[in-house]
């Protein structure tokens, strides 16, 4: 089946600091790709729709020049936290979509920030 | 807008009993559907989806869940729980077309020896 490769798997980063996290896409075209973020203990909320070539359109109380999202390629999504805070500490994860209406998740990015 | 409640944030269940996890959702339109399963410090995976075919769905891993329209709901059962079916469950819906998911709070299913 279809796989979205999600780097890195978890990171630890100091206060002030961005981390990038990547979504590719392995032998298929993603046209959109969907951001989520979980809290412990929490559901999966959308953050973001990006498409590729497009700007990403954010979810209500979604800070998009905290987040940023990338979509350069069809096979290439980025979410780079900017000056990253210990509230931003959470789990990242892409979910990948094609045009058959299949969705494919990453297997997630766990973020500590200290 | 499209939703889905799940009834239980925690389930509780002995080793071989019967598993069913509670889920309805909302929409204004005909409904995908789903669940996932996530292990702690996992992610997803998914245990079997509804798109407008067959009501009753299979899954992997033993788990079943039927689409019903008149009660707006989409339960996951399985006939016997094991110790290793014991993780967070997600249902979720999703409109037709480029859309994402819009996952319910979840349930944690627990199985007690």
């Known amino acids: 089946g279809a796989v979205v490769s999600q780097h890195p798997s978890w990171v630890i980063c100091k206060s002030g600091t961005s981390v990038k996290i990547e979504c590719r896409s392995l032998d298929f075209q993603a046209t959109t790709m969907f951001w989520y973020r979980q809290f412990p203990k929490q559901s999966l909320m959308l953050m973001a729709t990006?498409?590729?070539?497009?700007?990403?359109?954010?979810e209500q109380g979604v800070e998009k020049d905290k987040f940023l999202i990338n979509h350069a390629s069809l096979t290439l999504s980025t979410l780079t936290v900017t000056s990253a805070h210990p509230e931003d500490s959470s789990f990242y994860i892409c979910?990948?979509?094609?045009?058959?209406?299949?969705?494919?998740f990453g297997s997630g990015t766990q973020l500590s920030v200290l | 807008a499209q939703s889905v409640t799940q009834l239980g944030s925690h389930v509780s269940v002995s080793e071989g009993a019967l598993v069913l996890l509670r889920c309805n959702y909302s929409s204004s339109v005909p409904p995908y559907l789903f669940w996932y399963v996530q292990y702690p410090n996992q992610g997803l995976q998914l245990l079997l989806k509804y798109t407008s075919a067959a009501t009753l769905v299979k899954g992997i891993n033993g788990f079943e869940a039927e689409f019903k329209k008149s009660e707006t709901s989409f339960h996951l059962t399985k006939p016997s729980a094991h110790m290793s079916d014991a993780a967070e469950y997600f249902c979720a819906v999703k409109r037709r077309g480029n859309t994402p998911l819009v996952f319910g709070k979840g349930t944690r299913l627990s199985v007690i020896a």
């Open positions: 979910s990948a979509a094609v045009p058959n209406e299949k969705l494919f």
């Open positions: 990006s498409n590729e070539g497009s700007k990403a359109t954010y």
